[in-house]
């Protein structure tokens, strides 16, 4: 019994790592419409950072800090000088950011070398909590807390502030947006930093749950990727859904075919979008 | 709707091309290493040599074909570049991530800079192709970590190996975890491809010969990014659990045994614990019993000249391109003029050395015949290291079987699944 209570909450915490991952990409690609396959690599820069930053004795929220800051301030230094330039052609942004994918990446490999790193884990969250006769990593379970919560935040923020109405207008219709005195570029800049910020703050997160090699960044950036398109693209609560069944199918996959442990995964997905192409979420836009 | 139908499609692409990308292993198609290097210039009293190092510079293994050319170079360069008279000529190539580009890269260094031994290989799958590549030009092959048992099968062949074939370095683990820890029941964690079901198959093999039982066989996928749902199966009644998860997945598998606070004691294969990935698993690994051909702690006059050229940083694959060039300098040793392919071929079979490791010979299917050090993870001086516990000698690639059992049993691929009882 305990057994499966174990599984199923650490199908969750699985579930709420993938979904800090990809609350980033909800932002920029489902919400904003811009393809960053740099993402994966954002997630690195953050996570290489802190760790470095850690390993030199910097407090662990002060280095947090400078890994996210970094990242949101590289992220919108490339869509400043040229991913703005591309706005609504995909294949262009797929090449552009892919190559910057590939910088990051290789960047890494160079200052860091290819051997495995892991950011440390939050100080207070190591080891095991015990609750009567059950044992469960205590990160895992707080991670479970953090992902349902910035997901109420991001989502309120879109829905009930000005900012977030704006940037919704900005996105729905760009022309009519920047009629009525919004500042489309500086809106989607910000979005933008922001989306890639969450990604650093998912490496630094997600480093310390699974540690951090050069390439790691794409095996993150596929996953994420699925939680958005199967969430639907832009829903915030779609993304989260979606991350929590993503992480149990999984969890429960290994559980029951061990050997199918990826083909469990990928075939649901399959077969979720062949039945709702948009997503669990995905709204249809009406012109 | 139509829009947004076609953003969905954008998704799809977009996540095609990463499953590509991830099949490919991140392959950069930059070369850097590529074409001939001049960096033995000095001359030898009876001629030159020209050495092919074929190892990744790019890709997962990278960081492996970086150690195992340090290793080789820093010989060399203690050396003065002269290895017994002859003077080093190397030509370095990135093996890459599939056997094309290796195989292409092995026909350069041997028709374009006219290799006589080529070093190297990290990926078994690549060795699989380049070694009959080797084999139909006649330019032995020295191979300094690629594992897959089947490379070396073949009496009298062109191909040598200095790193442990997969199962070999897990075998002496078994009488050990059976006799002398007195686990007596086991349950197996190991990743789901070649490298871990030989080295698993290898212990499974030696520990129930030793009258002990696996009771659980666990195998997970390469890179598997949470191995909460893995170490949450094993057995609560096993004894011990025994691990192969080399690189990253060692890292998460350790965290996760950890963090879920399971008990059982480990004993692995010492990839999982390789100085590589111990100063990042750090506190996860204390404790960890593993068997492997080398470790830093050794304490021999060879060790310590290796370990002070390399800055005091030591790990099996800079021991392996450093005992790569001590079996050169012995092979060039039995040859006095004209080192060709063929001469190299006979001299690197009667090589005998004291490599870091340990002495070292090659048996009749040119695998390295090494010893194997029990080793348990400890905390030393702030740092974790891989203490010395015993020493098994002279353990060959059939480990306690004579060649004739070993290959008539089935493969170790057949073998999974069936070890437990």
Redesign the interface.
Known sequence: ML?WL??SV??L??GS?LFLVASGLTIT?GLM?T?N?AHGAFYLLGGYLAYDLTTNGTDYWLALLAGVLAAATGGMVVERAFLHRLAGS??PQ?VLT?GVA?II??QI?ANY??????PPTPPGLE??V?IGDW???K??LVMIGVAIALAAVVGALLKYTPTGAKVRAAVDDEEIARAVGIRVPLVFLLVFGCGTGLAAFAGVWGGA???L????G??V???A??V??VGG?GSIGGALLAAFLVGLV??YG??WF??W??FTLYASVAALLAVR??GLF?K???? | ?????S??R??A???S???L??AC??K?PSDKTGGPQDDGKAAGAKGTVTVGLLNPAT??????G?DVNAGFEAYLKSKGGVLSGYGVKVAKADEGTDAAQGTTKARQLVEQDKAQVVVGLVNSAIAYAVAPYLEQSNVPLLITVAGADGLTRKENGNTFRLSYTSSQDSMPAGPYTCKDLGHKKAAVLAL?YSFGWEAAGGFARTYEAAGCTVVQE????L????W???V??VKKDADVVYVVAP??DG??LL??Y????LKLPIVAHGSTVDE??LP?EGATAEGVVSSLHYTPQIDSPQNKALLDASDGKGNQYLEDGWAAGMTLEAALAQIDSDPTPEKIRAALAKVKIDAPRGPLSFDTYGQAVYPVYIRKVENKDGKRVNAIVTTVPGVGQFGPYDPATYLAFPGYEKLKGTWAK
């Not at chain 1, 249809?284 to 012109?287: E, I, K, S």
């Open positions: 057994t174990t599984h650490n199908g915490a699985y790592l690609f419409r393809v396959l995909e294949l797929i892919l590939y990446g290789d490999l070398g290819g051997d495995p790193v892991a080891g095991p015990t044992v469960f990593p990160f895992r749950f699974t540690s090699a050069p390439d790691s794409f095996e950036l596929l996953l990727l699925i958005v398109v693209l999984d969890q290994k559980v061990p050997e442990a990826l192409p948009r995905g249809a836009v009406f012109r | 709707m139509q829009c947004d139908m953003k969905m954008v998704a692409v977009a996540a091309a990463l499953l990308l991830a292993g991140g950069d890709g997962p293994f990278a960081a492996l970086t789901d666990i195998y997970a996928p890179g598997t990014q949470d909460g749902p893995y949450n199966q690189g990253q890292v998460r965290k996760a950890r963090d879920f606070g590589t990935i990042t």
